[in-house]
């Protein structure tokens, strides 16, 4: 499970179990107001409600990478309320579609006793893959708002630009680079952990420390 960690009023660091930086989210110039200690959340001011809830997408994010999967987490928000969560799983689940966006949009569905989310907004922290640009067209997500691109599959403005197809039956609202750095900065942290155990293997490996 994450950890959240509060040193002090100006700073919120996300860790997950075995005590790797996650993120560092500063959240006095972000949130007016995420009290997560006591489960306890107030929404923010208008204009920041996109960057509270790429925040909680962050916190999905973690858990992803605290199973030693690549640390994408999804939030879908309707009405100003969660309506549904999830994070990649595609290797804990033996499951090649569980994306986090997937996994939220399923999640969602089943809550709402629908799989049409006609007015809902999905965040999700990396630039959504062909597959899930999909299913967000098939589900009726009225608004997308993602943190940071994939330039080799990000299928909104990266690798293509799938929702600007003429052919499709639906429109979805685009908004990127939420905290953009934030999201940018988990995926980092986690590849370069990933290089460092492989070569700490290999090392082992071959008689060499």
Not at 55 to 70: C, H, K, N, P
Request: glycine share 8%.
């Amino acid at each position: 499970m994450s950890q959240w960690i509060l040193p002090t009023p100006d700073c919120l660091v996300i860790t997950v179990n075995n005590g790797i930086f996650v993120a560092l989210i500063n959240l006095t110039h972000r949130l007016s107001a995420f009290v997560v200690a006591s489960r306890v959340a107030v929404m923010p001011e208008p204009e920041k409600i996109d960057e509270y809830w790429m925040a909680r997408a962050l916190t999905l994010a973690a858990r992803a990478a605290s199973l030693g999967e690549v640390p994408v987490g999804a939030v879908v928000v309707r009405d100003g309320e969660e309506l549904g969560t999830g994070f990649n799983a595609p290797i804990t689940g033996s499951d090649p579609t569980a994306h986090a966006e997937i996994c939220a949009l399923r999640d969602a569905a089943a809550r709402a006793g629908n799989y049409r989310l006609t007015g809902a907004t999905l965040y999700v922290t990396l630039e959504p893959c062909t597959m899930c640009v999909g299913a967000i067209v098939h589900s009726r997500i009225s608004r997308l708002v993602y943190g940071a691109c994939e330039p080799k599959s990000g299928a909104v403005e990266s690798a293509r630009r799938t929702l600007d197809e003429t052919h499709l039956n639906w429109q979805v609202e685009v908004v990127g680079g939420i905290l953009q750095d934030d999201c940018s900065q988990i995926i980092s942290n986690f590849f370069s952990r990933r290089r460092a155990e492989i070569r700490q293997r290999r090392q082992k490996g071959s008689g060499k420390e």
